[in-house]
């Protein structure tokens, strides 16, 4: 392993290498800078077109603009009011009221310096936990498998929405679409209505490009007559050193964020808003004046920031050990993994261990030059936003999206398997159904499914099916896990209304 890590440490500084990090990194601002484009969105234009390229370099140039499109969205929440991504809604709280006070820059520097040591901390636990969580996966057979799978399905659906009906509406309706085609086990062929093209089961590739491309080109169009007006900053000196002393000063903060964002990564479906909520929420509790948070009190922007970029390394622990992505870039990540034929598991760190700890460490990379590149492309940044016209975003949007959608198989049947797709999330959209407990739903299904029949088969030929399911030692823990993550949003609303009850 040793050796192997120095390979890939060595790696990394291969001129392409740097090359596609530092590109991931500006496509990946400009792409959270803008609203209405988010992070999975431009990861799942760019997986078609990593096809042609290895393995290493198109993971690596997704896990630049994965961490950079996070950070991005701090630019147009700051200067907008308006987060670039979901996972900047709590950097608005305090960013925008700095930025109306004539402090725009010092909470872009807060937002940048925050952002890089969240994402370093991120990455840590990514390098040190995972390969003893891939380790471990060694010892899953189809029970833990199945039983991992209902876990992650109910953190789904009471974790992505507010609704916890809409979510176990969208995680089932994955589960359905997962079904389409020949049956993984036994061979039969499920409603695939005649069509050929379907025997095969969903195209993941276009699917995601349909959930998270479509709807975003719509909403687009919808808010066309939109004008977006930025606060207007300027370069102040000294203002990197005083921020970057207030940080260094308050070690526990950056570092609670990160480790929240991290712990929120690694639940399937949370994503960095939540990561970021929790964050801020903690940051409030903790601190002497809460009274001056979210009147533009820095410590609301570190806070937010660093857990919105810790939780990308904690998204991706579950997907390179188990193969259960923890949001819904990191599931888009998992595509472009089966894409080139890597499974998740202890393959990766084995088989593909340099390619892997090559990506792995590319986010270091990746998160170091966040610094420069963000401080001094701050202006042009904001430029951009309020620039670039709704008539010409949209219609490159859905142009890469048709091309995307057909380059991987070739095969017109699925774009218009996208374009279906895109509707239905339009839709959900419409009725705050979020796309991502549908695509998590399609992701985990097969797995589930396979796990479940397998598990079947074993507990006939061993005499008891109850057994083989009830009384693993590793089923058993998962079993209580999922008891406890469904009845979790039940047992909150119950604590909550106490709380207010003694209120009164």
Known sequence: MNEMFVASMVAVFEPANLLLVLVGVIAGIVVGALPGLSATMAIALLVPFTFT???VHGLILMGAIYVAAIYGGSFSAILLNTPGTPSAIAT?????PMAKRGQSYQAIVAATMASVFGGLIGVLFLLFLSPPLSRLSLR???????????????????LSTR????GLIGGAFGLLLSMIGIAPIEGSVRFTFGSVSLQSGIALIPALIGFFCIPEVLGMIERKAEHYTAIPYRRQRRV???VLIRILRRPLLVIRSAVIGTIVGIIPGAGGNIAAMVSYNEAVRASRRPDTFGKG???GVVAAESANNAEVSGSLIPLLTLGIPGAPPAAVLLGALLLHGMRPGMELFTYHGRVTYTFMLSLVLANVLILPVGIFSGRWVSRLVTRIPVTLLAPLVFFLSVIGSFAINRNIFDVFVMLLFGFIGYLGRKINLSPGPIVLGLILGSICEQGLVQSILMGRASGSILAMFFTRPLSIVLILLTLLSAAWPFMAKAIRRKREGRAR
């Open 240 to 242: 990197l050193w005083r």
């Open 297 to 299: 009190n820095v410590d």
């Open 53 to 55: 390229m290895q393995p």
């Open 92 to 96: 608005t709280f305090d960013g925008y």
């Open 140 to 158: 899953f057979g189809p029970p833990e498998f199945f039983w991992l799978t209902t876990f992650g399905l109910t953190i789904i659906a009471t």
């Open 163 to 166: 609704s916890i009906l809409k």
